[in-house]
Nanobody, 125 residues
Framework: QVQLVESGGGSVQAGGSLRLSCAASGYTASNYCMGWFRQAPGKEREGVAV????????AYADSVKGRFTISQDNAKNTLYLQMNSLKPEDTAMYYC??????????????????WGQGTQVTVSS
């Protein structure tokens, strides 16, 4: 059973930076599509970025391209999301998720079977 634990959320002013971490354990497959998602109050959960663990291939939602970077440390089984130039509209609960198999892209949340508990990011203007 894959377990995911996020950390690193917090409150920052617009233009600031945060780095989220997702510690993974219980891997049962060789490679995964790992992703970061976010959900703001009253809105649907949306994909932010994904990375394929086998090749480090990445993809991003248009809203975060050029500002966010997804990466992984295989030795530590940890996924990261570096968020720069943060905007108030980036305020949300951020979730780490994993999927086994299939093409790795910013897929709908329903396509991911493993989820962390989330970490809150608040950006003030």
């Amino acid at each position: 059973q894959v377990q995911l634990v996020e950390s690193g959320g917090g409150s920052v002013q617009a233009g600031g930076s945060l780095r989220l971490s997702c510690a993974a354990s219980g891997y049962t497959a060789s490679n995964y599509c790992m992703g970061w998602f976010r959900q703001a109050p009253g809105k649907e959960r949306e994909g932010v970025a994904v990375i394929y663990t086998g090749s480090s291939w990445t993809a991003y939602a248009d809203s975060v391209k050029g500002r966010f970077t997804i990466s992984q440390d295989n030795a530590k089984n940890t996924l990261y999301l570096q968020m720069n130039s943060l905007k108030p509209e980036d305020t949300a609960m951020y979730y780490c998720a994993a999927r086994i198999g299939g093409i790795c892209y910013v897929r709908p949340p329903r396509d991911f079977g493993y989820w962390g508990q989330g970490t809150q990011v608040t950006v003030s203007s």
